[in-house]
């Protein structure tokens, strides 16, 4: 009884392990970066630019 409760244990350990390593790639591998551009700008300083 007690060798089939540390198998569970164990099986459970790992697929929590391996569902956070997925977790985590599929967050990283979901981000996106995007390149903005900005036309027109003009900086003043004291009402002058």
Do not use: H, P, W
């Not at 099986?11 to 390149?35: D, H, P, R, W």
Request: glycine content about 14%.
């Amino acid at each position: 009884m007690r060798g089939i409760l540390k198998k569970v244990v164990s099986g459970v350990l790992v697929g929590c392990i391996a569902f956070g390593t997925i977790a985590t790639a599929s967050a990283i591998q979901g981000m996106v970066t995007k390149e903005l551009y900005y036309g027109d700008i003009s900086v003043s300083l004291d009402g002058k630019s």
